[in-house]
Structure formats: C-alpha cells, structure tokens
C-alpha cells in the first residue's frame, strides 16, 4: 500500500473489514462441521458401552493429533498474533522517529493494518486446529475432537474484533510511540 492509501484508512471500515474477514474464518468451520456432523451421522455405527461411536482401526492418533494442534494452535493463537504485532508496531515507530512517513494519519493507517494482520493470524491459527479436529472427528467417529471445536470456536470468539478492543489496542500502541 501506498502511504496514501494508509493515511485514508478510516478504524470503522478497517473494523469493519476485520468483522467480515473473522465471521468468514467462523462460518468457514461452521460449515464444514455441518458437513462432518452429515457424513459421520449419517453412517453411525453402533455404539459401544459408555455411549463411544467405535472409532475406525488406529485412527485414533490422528485424535490425539489433534488435540495436541488444538493446545498449540491457541496458545499460538495468542503467542505468534502478539509478535506480528509488537513487531509491526516497532516498525511504525522506527518510521516515526526517523521521519519517513508523511504525517500521523499514515503512522495510524499503518497500526490499524497490524492490527488488522494481528487478527487474522490469531484467527488462522485456531481455524486450522479446528479444521484438523474435525478431520479427526470424521476419521474416529468420536465427539471428543467436536467438543474441541467448540472450545476452539470459543477461542474464535474472543479473537472476533469489536470497537472497544480495536479502540483500546490503538490507544496502548499510540501510547507507546508517543
């Protein structure tokens, strides 16, 4: 993007644009748990004492994998969204201080473009895990790996962008460059 092209960013279309981009990262394991749910309810097999589906001969790793990238995928979540951040952030400040921006609206396009980076791989990161617990759930016919995705889409949840948290990481970053 042109400088510019930052110094027109406005935070309520910028918000905006992350609303649409995080509910289409939701729907998107919505619709494909919709679709695990058809396929492996439509098949049900008889289930085992303790209310179990019988998982299909040593499938069961791949659950287990999956609850493991699940572990991972949020504390990343939270980990690598905070890096790209501060190192973004950093960025805006070494453009500050040495002068090479064309005035503080770019500086603040240029944090919301972080912030906006911030989210997706926040965001990204869960999807992943979720998508791969559904594959497990498919493949093992268990609810354990569903019941993770739920947990997930939770985590989604509090990664989803609002005013107040765009509003709040914006007035920490300014702070901070000031």
């Given at each position: 993007m042109t400088p510019e092209q930052y110094a027109a960013m406005e935070p309520e279309k910028v918000l905006r644009m992350m609303q649409i981009i995080a509910g289409a990262l939701i729907a998107g394991v919505l619709s494909f748990a919709g679709v695990a749910s058809f396929i492996v309810f439509g098949n049900v097999r008889a289930a085992q004492p303790g209310g179990q589906v019988p998982a299909a001969g040593g499938s069961e790793i791949i659950m287990y994998m999956a609850m493991g990238f699940a572990v991972v995928g949020v504390v990343m979540s939270f980990v690598m969204s905070n890096l790209v951040s501060a190192n973004g952030v950093k960025g805006v400040a070494k453009m500050a201080q040495d002068g090479?921006?064309?005035?503080?609206?770019?500086?603040?396009?240029?944090?919301?473009?972080?912030?906006?980076?911030?989210?997706?791989?926040?965001?990204?990161?869960?999807?992943?895990?979720?998508?791969?617990?559904?594959?497990?759930?498919?493949?093992?016919?268990?609810?354990?790996?569903?019941?993770?995705?739920?947990?997930?889409?939770?985590?989604?949840?509090?990664?989803?962008?609002?005013?107040?948290?765009?509003?709040?990481?914006?007035?920490?970053?300014?702070?901070?460059l000031s």
């Open positions: 090479t921006s064309t005035g503080p609206k770019e500086l603040f396009g240029r944090l919301l473009g972080v912030a906006q980076a911030k989210m997706i791989i926040a965001m990204a990161l869960v999807e992943g895990a979720a998508f791969f617990n559904l594959i497990a759930f498919m493949t093992t016919k268990s609810l354990i790996p569903f019941a993770i995705v739920a947990g997930l889409l939770a985590v989604m949840a509090i990664h989803f962008p609002t005013k107040m948290k765009l509003a709040r990481w914006l007035e920490e970053q300014q702070r901070e």
